[in-house]
Structure formats: structure tokens, C-alpha cells
């Protein structure tokens, strides 16, 4: 959400192969790039939405679009040369299935990108430097697509037990980094908005103090950093994500695509009852209408990079275009409460206090107008996945008489 440029990456097929560095970074046990987003000596691209009240969020879609990155490239890359690559001896081996090498591909890319940004951040605040608030969102949002794609695909037997730890140990960990991207958001990019809706806040003084409060959050987020339980969070993604080929395995492609258009259709079924007047339901029910449209939405990215379908690309934007209203929400909602400490009335020399809060108030309701257009437009559009059974990318990721792959050895 900071104030910056839109930036959107298609999910195209980028037919470039990638440099013998991008290679060995896909090929390693991490699967790790060094570059960043938004800033391209950094890290790779970010995918946060548009926000409805005009805020640059950080995962802005510009014209629409849904984003191309480095990373995507490398998962396309990597899925066509493990469906293509020759076995041992003359005879070339048969072909794996495009899905389930894609999905493969996907789960260690991503996997990739956590750990590049972790281990980034990792290192410290002096060694980031500016890139941190970058690369904070970016591995919340990384871990959140793993996860999407986690949950859409099967599971070995006897899983359950590992689901359930996976879950409680991402949400331990997603905390601090979600206090400091919270004090982000607030001091870059919505307290300039809310000294412009109300005069009398004082922006030098508050902003000192945001900083100050900012500057806490960060500590206790690099600190849990170091801690061996966020190590062992990144073992059990990194896990998850060997896991995926043998639990695939014994599907083919056909039977796999239908399981996962069922389970996706579900899942639009349960946001489409969740948004009838999102614009009026309290912030629980607004909450649990984000993490639906965040899971539903990554985890059809995750099949938009392996079959580029511009229906597919358009329902995909529909989704980011709630999200990011619903995000706006959220941010407006956490500033009335973060702007009791720390906005400063000009008129006082003291805390702002509920004058603070009308101004958050007021960006609210303009946040709620944009949510309920974006509702709107994703309410009349219907479901990619109600009619998945057919089309274009039906017969790319799910073609008749396709068997699954074979085990090997």
C-alpha cells in the first residue's frame, strides 16, 4: 500500500528461458530469487490489489491485469522442461502431464520465494534497509499463496494431522510480520490520507510518533525471525510442498483437473454468499470474506500460469478487485485504532483522540462504496469454475485419455 506506481504482472506465457542463475535457483532445494517486486534490483513482483478508494496498495493490478513476475516465468519454464526432459538411455521417457508438472513447478517456486525473502530479512533491518516494508508484504503474501494451493490440492493419506499443525504455526508466524506491515500501511501511506481529511492533525508530529510505534513492531518482528519455531514454520511449507507430486501421483490429469474445479467452485459458491452487502457486515464477517477471497483467488493464479485463459484472467481480476477493496477497509478500520496514539491535534498539542477517529470513519465509508461496486461487478460475473469442465483450459490441464504419471523408483 505504499505510494508508489501501479505495477502489474500478466499471467501470460512467458516463453524466455531463464539464465543459468534463475535455473539453479529453481533447481536447488529452495528454489530461491534474489529479486525483488516492486523494485527491480530487488526481488520479484508483488500481487496485492487495487484499492477501490484510489490508495496505491502495493499489489495493484494496473489496466485490470493480473501480474507477471520473474517467479511466473520460472514456473513455466521449469513445468515445461520437467513435462519434456528425456529419461535415462536412447528412448526419450513419456511426457509427464502438463498439470501435474505445473502444479509441481508452482508449489517449489513459491516455496522459493518465501524462503528468498525470509532469509532476507533474516539477515537484519540495517541489511534491508528500505527494501523491508517490500519484502515483509511480500512473504506474508507468498506464504499465503502456498498455502491457497496446499489447501486446493490433495493431500497424502493420514495428512490431516500435518494440515492442522501447518495452519496453527502460519498464523503464529504471520502475526508480527502483520503488526509491522500494519504500522507500514499506516505511516506511508494512510496517515498522509487522514492529515488531509482532517486539518487539524498535525502530520510532523504524528508522523514521529507512528515512526516510533513502527520502529517497536519491526524489533519484535525480526526477533521472531531469529526464533526456532519460525525455522520450523518454513520446514513444514518446505515439506508440504515435496509432497505434492506423490499426492497428485496417482491421479490423472483429467480426474485431478474436475477435483480441483469442484473444490474452486465451492469455494465461489461460499464468497458469493459471503458478499451479499459485504459493504454492511461488521468487520468479522468483512475478515472472513477476505481470507475466502484471498484463498479462492491465488489458488486460481496457481492454474491461470500453467493455462493462460483470458476468461480465467478476468474472473481472476474480479477477485483482486474485492480483495483490495476489502483491504482498503481493513486499513481504514486498523488506522481509527492505531490513530488513537499517535495523530496530534495542531489546535491542542495533544492527542487528536475520537477527532482522529472521524477522519479514519469517513475514508471507511468511501472504502465501503468501493466494496460494494466491486461486489457488484464480481456477483454478475459467474463462476470460472462453475462451467471448468469445459473450454480451453479444460482440455490444456485436463485432456481426455491422459493417464497419470507413473511412479518411479
Known sequence: MVNQKNRAVRFRPDRRELDSRQQACCASEYRGH??????????????????????????????????????????RSLAGAKASSPGNGAARAEPAPALHTGL?????TWFGEIWSRAHRLGEGRA??????????????????RLCALSDLLPRPPGARPMRRALRKEVAWAMQPLSRARD?????????????????????????????????????????????????????????????IPAAMAERAPRSLYRALGRRLEGWDAALRARLDNAADQG???????????????????ALLLLSPSRKLERY?????????????????????????DVCVSLSTGRLAGRQGDKAALRLLR??????????????????????ASRGRVARRLGPAGAEAPRATA
Open 34 to 75: 534474489d529479486h525483488h517486486p516492486h523494485r527491480s534490483a530487488v526481488m520479484a513482483q508483488s500481487t496485492r490489489p487495487a484499492s477501490a478508494n484510489g490508495s496505491a496498495r502495493q499489489d495493484t493490478r494496473a489496466a485490470g491485469r493480473p501480474a507477471r513476475s520473474s517467479a511466473d516465468g520460472a514456473v
Open 104 to 108: 509441481e513447478a508452482v508449489a517449489a
Open 127 to 144: 541489511a534491508v534497509a528500505d527494501a523491508g516494508p517490500d519484502l515483509i508484504h511480500d512473504l506474508r503474501i507468498y506464504v499465503r
Open 183 to 243: 504500522w507500514d500501511v499506516f505511516t506511508m501511506e494512510v496517515l498522509p490520507q487522514l492529515c488531509d481529511a482532517d486539518p487539524d492533525i498535525d502530520p510532523q508530529a504524528s508522523a514521529a510518533r507512528a515512526r516510533a510505534r513502527s520502529e517497536i513492531a519491526h524489533d519484535e518482528m525480526y526477533a521472531n525471525l531469529q526464533t526456532e519455531r519460525f525455522q520450523a514454520m518454513l520446514r513444514l511449507l518446505r515439506e508440504r510442498s515435496a509432497e
Open 283 to 301: 468487520p468479522r464477517r468483512q475478515h472472513a470474506a477476505r481470507i475466502r477471497v484471498k484463498r479462492l483467488r491465488y489458488a486460481s493464479e
Open 316 to 340: 481472476v481480476k474480479a477477485l483482486a478487485d474485492v480483495q483490495g477493496a476489502l483491504g482498503s477497509a481493513q486499513d481504514f478500520r486498523t488506522a481509527a485504532a492505531l490513530g488513537r
Open 366 to 387: 468511501r472504502a465501503g462504496d468501493g466494496l460494494r461496486s466491486a461486489s457488484r461487478r464480481l456477483l454478475r460475473r459467474p463462476s470460472f469454475w462453475a462451467q
